[in-house]
T-cell receptor
Framework: GAVVSQHPSWVICKSGTSVKIECRSL??????MFWYRQFPKQSLMLMAT?????????EQGVEKDKFLINHASLTLSTLTVTSAHPEDSSFYIC???????????FGSGTRLTVV | DQQVKQNSPSLSVQEGRISILNCDYT??????FLWYKKYPAEGPTFLIS?????DKNEDGRFTVFLNKSAKHLSLHIVPSQPGDSAVYFC???????????FGTGTSLTVIP
């Protein structure tokens, strides 16, 4: 079945540094990937839609310059949290869409803690 | 390796009837489970959760059942309404707050 690998699964960083999270589709090509942020017991919040070879589409209220998304290939999208602050500490999840079936495959998430 | 599986990609149910969405998992360490509902072009929204100390949790028309020995959970919607038509994802984690593993979703269509 379709697998999306997300790395790292957890990361602790100092305030002011940048962190890169990778999302890879292992056995299918993902033209479109989604990045979500999850708060405890709440809905996944869509941050941005990433399309291969073009600029990401950000949801309202998400800072483009803070959350940099790159989707340079059909199997890899990256989210870079720049100049991280403690309030950026959260759970980030990516998802990839397969067009041959109506299915979204999710990565296992990255827990970011900014200290 | 898909640790959480939703083997039915789609389900159609008549309005007023019961919808039953199923989810299986392989990791016996999972002890917290959630169901999400997703409309097209929107992010998934949290629906209902259950921890492994329970075998049932009810919220209005939605009930989640957990069978730990079978590593199986199900979401029951009674009565089903056309507005329930969406994609439903189950997710599991080993402890609340830890990373979640999602199923691939079941598209529910409630026929008026």
């Amino acid at each position: 079945g379709a697998v999306v690998s997300q790395h790292p699964s957890w990361v602790i960083c100092k305030s002011g540094t940048s962190v890169k999270i990778e999302c890879r589709s292992l056995d299918f090509q993902a033209t479109t990937m989604f990045w979500y942020r999850q708060f405890p017991k709440q809905s996944l919040m869509l941050m941005a839609t990433s399309n291969e070879g073009s600029k990401a589409t950000y949801e309202q209220g998400v800072e483009k310059d803070k959350f940099l998304i790159n989707h340079a290939s059909l199997t890899l999208s990256t989210l870079t949290v720049t100049s991280a602050h403690p309030e950026d500490s959260s759970f980030y999840i990516c998802s990839a869409l397969q067009y041959d079936r109506y299915g979204y495959t999710f990565g296992s998430g990255t827990r970011l803690t900014v200290v | 390796d898909q640790q959480v599986k939703q083997n039915s990609p789609s389900l159609s149910v008549q309005e007023g009837r019961i919808s039953i969405l199923n989810c299986d998992y392989t990791n016996s360490m999972f002890d917290y489970f959630l169901w999400y509902k997703k409309y097209p072009a929107e992010g998934p929204t949290f629906l209902i959760s259950i921890s492994s100390i329970k075998d049932k949790n009810e919220d209005g028309r939605f009930t989640v059942f957990l069978n730990k020995s079978a590593k199986h959970l199900s979401l029951h919607i009674v009565p089903s309404q056309p507005g329930d038509s969406a994609v439903y994802f189950c997710a599991a984690s080993a402890g609340s707050g830890n990373q979640f593993y999602f199923g691939t979703g079941t598209s529910l269509t409630v026929i008026p």
